[in-house]
């Protein structure tokens, strides 16, 4: 069964770059059913579309996180990855990697644990 | 901008009883909406995708309905791990927009 881990520091210094990957492993992140995307959750519990990418490449991102963000993907390492540059105190939150099947109406089928990002000096 | 809204964000509930949970959209989305379950610590589990239809090995007490501009999550026979938190997931023109949760609490 397919399964989604992310990892990357826990703690990121203000103006910072964010970095996490998501690796996926039990099946492939190269499949033209499936999209691959970023969802938040604040210290509040409200949730947050990110961005999605499409194994060509092919990404679409939230409006107001466009300047800052990018999500990319590498097929030979079964990995999503997502960078948020020029981080503040707002950016604290769980960051969750999410899968969506293109016949499933937006909706996210199968989640990673989630990992918790805090933004301090 | 759309935007969506969740109602109640509180619900008590006892075993054994029937809840209703709402989501209304500022536009007409069709049925591109989807309704999770988060359990503290755990990432949501989805559980009815475009607007009605259960998500595989979803138990039947659960069930969705609306359409255009107004949903609703519906548990019959509210079980003890059915306590926890609910969110809806508007999906429009490439946007996916949460609603604010719903937290399912033993009366």
């Known amino acids: 069964q397919l399964q989604m881990q992310e990892s990357g520091p826990g703690l990121v210094k203000p103006l910072e770059t964010l970095s996490l990957v998501c690796s996926v492993s039990g099946g492939s992140v190269a499949s033209r059913s499936h999209y691959w995307g970023w969802i938040r959750q604040f210290p509040g519990k409200g949730l947050e579309w990110i961005g999605n990418?499409?194994?060509?490449?092919?990404?679409k991102y939230n409006a107001p996180l466009k300047s800052r963000v990018a999500i990319s993907v590498d097929t030979s390492k079964n990995q999503i990855s997502l960078k948020l540059t020029s981080v503040t105190a707002a950016d604290t939150a769980v960051y969750f990697c999410a899968r969506r099947r293109s016949d499933g109406g937006g909706a996210f089928d199968l989640w990673g644990q989630g990992t918790m990002v805090t933004v301090s000096s | 901008d759309i935007q969506m809204t969740q109602s109640p964000s509180t619900l008590s509930a006892s075993v054994g009883d029937r809840v209703v949970i709402s989501c209304r959209a500022s536009h007409n989305i069709d049925t591109w909406l989807a309704w999770y379950q988060q359990k503290p610590g755990k990432a949501p589990k989805l559980l009815i995708y475009?607007?009605?239809l259960l998500e595989a090995e979803v138990p039947s007490r659960f069930s969705g309905s609306g359409s255009g501009t107004d949903f609703t999550l519906t548990i019959n026979n509210v079980q003890p791990d059915d306590f926890g938190t609910y969110f809806c997931q508007l999906y429009n023109s490439d946007v996916f927009i949460f609603g604010q949760g719903t937290s399912l609490e033993v009366k």
């Open positions: 990418i499409f194994y060509t490449g092919i990404t």
């Open positions: 475009k607007a009605s």
